[in-house]
């Protein structure tokens, strides 16, 4: 049995973008790396959790020493979350594709001189939303908030409207180079307000925020 603050404990990271399938060889994704997602699980693995690891295809390599889930799409990562319920907290640190296609088709689309396909878009579940509502609900829940613009107000919006306890949120606009890099300035925003961390490196961001989440669960 492992031993640490968060010895006994039981985690859930979602991490990495979703990809979604347009035809078999062509998909709609985004530019997370999973950088983010895999340094919480690791650092909260370091103080002793058994973490569950649901993963889209990120690009960095998972962590070692958690259960991990590799899914593709927004809908196979619900199921998995919800396989792993009952934890004591989760995080949910994946850059989840907000739609899928909805016309996805089983074989390869062909170029056709004379019509462009058409993309049909239908909504993806909300998971992060999904597990705040669950009879199943963690004791702690943590969102993270990517945002561009008035990052505070917006995640202080977002943390009521998803019902999660605290919203990790950050700035990923392209200048900041936090998307794929190897630093990032966050935001902790929970019911008592937000707390502005300095630009540290994602590791160390791992590190603060798994010793808050120990704090939290203790
Ligand atoms: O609404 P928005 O996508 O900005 O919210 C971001 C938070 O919600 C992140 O924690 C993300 O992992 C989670 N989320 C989710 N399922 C979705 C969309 C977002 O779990 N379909």
Same mark, same amino acid.
């Given at each position: 049995l492992g031993t640490g603050p968060l010895a006994g404990k039981r985690v859930l990271v979602t991490s990495g973008p979703t990809h979604e399938p347009i035809d078999p060889v062509r998909y709609i994704a985004n530019r997370s790396s999973g950088a983010q997602g895999t340094a919480l699980a690791a650092a909260l693995r370091d103080l002793g959790a058994e973490v569950v690891f649901v993963t889209g295809p990120a690009t960095v390599p998972p962590p070692d020493g958690v259960h991990l889930h590799r899914v593709e799409t927004a809908g196979e990562m619900l199921l998995a979350v919800e396989a792993a319920l009952p934890v004591d907290a989760a995080v949910f640190a994946a850059a989840v594709a907000d739609w899928r296609v909805e016309n996805d088709v089983a074989q390869k689309i062909k170029k056709n001189a004379h019509a462009l396909p058409e993309i049909k878009l239908s909504e993806n579940p909300d998971i992060l939303k999904t597990v705040c509502a669950h %009879?199943?609900?963690?004791r702690l829940v943590v969102g993270f908030a990517a945002e561009t613009e008035n990052v505070i107000a917006h995640a202080t919006a977002k943390r009521q409207r998803k019902g999660c306890d605290w919203i990790v949120a950050n700035d990923v606009s392209p %200048?900041? =180079?936090?998307? =794929? =890099?190897a630093n990032n300035t966050v935001h902790l925003i929970s019911e008592a307000g937000h707390e502005d961390w300095p630009s540290l490196p994602k590791q160390e961001v791992a590190r603060r925020l798994a010793a808050r989440i120990a704090e939290a669960l203790a």
């Open positions: %009879a199943k609900r963690p %200048a900041t =180079g936090i998307m =794929g =890099g």
